[in-house]
């Protein structure tokens, strides 16, 4: 899993002439959803390495829209400017089409497994996902947190709500999503490290 993250991290990594999309902050983001979903994999019995990278892999649709479709995408970008769009609705109204579902379309060409593809699809939507509910709802709420904590940025600056169909997958009230926070927290602290090991 951390061989195909550093695959996923050259291929698409670094480009000079995208939308806009800061790629620093972007790639810190990732692997802090990454790290993020690990952590609460831990606590919740979830398999942590595929929690890993498919933590890592949420958001890769931003990186081929702002790459491959900068003249379209660069209006979504101008929209959540004023930090009150999310970068998933800007989307759907500039494009008509999400970076979630560009990227379950491109993880799917990739040959990889149906239970990244579905947690790349419905990581914002985790009651839609017909299968692997558990590890999309994880991610979901890794996301969620690592914005909270405002580690890197996945493209916007607004904090979305974690999904009430996301706790009950994981059989958890508000009282243990504080203790996933302080969790995440801790995990955290290596992300860095890793990012840099990936841009070495």
Do not use: C
């Not at 019995?45 to 003249?71: C, N, P, T």
């Not at 996902?129 to 600056?157: M, P």
């Amino acid at each position: 899993n951390v061989v195909m993250a550093a695959q996923v991290y050259d291929k698409l990594g670094n480009y000079d002439d995208g939308a806009g999309l800061d790629l620093k902050a972007f790639w810190r983001h990732a692997v802090g959803v990454g790290f993020a979903s690990r952590a609460i994999s831990k606590k919740v019995q979830q398999e942590a390495e595929a929690s890993f990278l498919a933590g890592m892999l949420h958001d890769v649709g931003k990186i081929v829209l702002d790459r491959y479709f900068g003249e379209y995408y660069k209006g979504v970008i101008e929209i959540v400017q004023d930090g009150t769009t999310s970068i998933y609705t800007a989307e759907q109204e500039i494009m008509g089409v999400t970076h979630a579902e560009i990227g379950g379309v491109l993880a799917g060409e990739w040959k990889f497994a149906n239970n990244y593809v579905n947690t790349i699809i419905y990581h914002h939507k985790p009651q839609d996902a017909a299968r692997y509910k558990r590890l999309v709802s994880l991610v979901h709420i890794a996301d969620v947190i690592t914005r909270q904590l405002e580690f890197g940025s996945g493209g916007d600056s607004t904090v979305p709500e974690v999904e009430e169909a996301a706790l009950d997958q994981l059989s958890m009230q508000a009282r243990g999503l504080e203790m996933l926070v302080e969790a995440v927290k801790e995990e955290l602290e290596g992300a860095d490290s890793f990012l840099a090991a990936l841009s070495s």
